[in-house]
């Protein structure tokens, strides 16, 4: 899993292939530079996701998101950084994992850790009533609970992320989404045994 060409990872650093992929956007610097530590950002995805072919993936993604991310930054120690922008991307591919395998729990009203992804066509129903019960749990949070579980589920911001949108503090923002989901997992398992 090799990008760029040698000759350039040997001459320049760091910060000025950096600097050259934002002068010019041209993948192929920004490969050299990622190449360098592409055995840093597999041993993360390692670590974390615990799957080699899940690792792999996620090394191509982060990639791909480099491109985007590296333009947005003033990077001072781009392996530090990277190390970073691989440990969230990995974190919040486990929080997503995760958040699907605690809606179907609520659903199912189970305390079995399974996802479901076949669906039948005589599940529709359900999942719409399931749908339905959601928003409708959603709609009688406060309003500080259903902000901040909307940006940290459906639109996947950070706390860092609500804080600097919404103003609350990190503690505030946890609290709000610890509660709100406890609210609405309560509010959908009394809606599903009526």
Known sequence: MLFGKPE?????????????????????????????YIHLVYGVCLKYLKNKEDSEDATMQIFEKLAVEILKFEIVNFKSWLHVIAKN???MKLRRFKTKIEFDEAFSGSNVMEYQVVMHHEDES????????????LETLQEDQRKCLDLFYLKEKSYKEIVQLEGYDVKEVKSY??????????????????
């Open 8 to 36: 350039k990872s040997i001459v320049l650093s760091d910060i000025e292939l950096i600097n050259l992929f934002k002068d010019k956007n041209e993948l192929e610097d920004l490969a050299v530079l990622f190449n360098r």
């Open 177 to 194: 989404i610890q509660n709100g989901k406890r609210n609405v997992k309560k509010c959908i398992e009394n809606r599903i045994e009526k």
């Open 89 to 91: 991307y990995c974190l």
């Open 126 to 137: 359900s999942l719409e009533e399931n749908l339905s019960a959601l928003e409708k749990c």
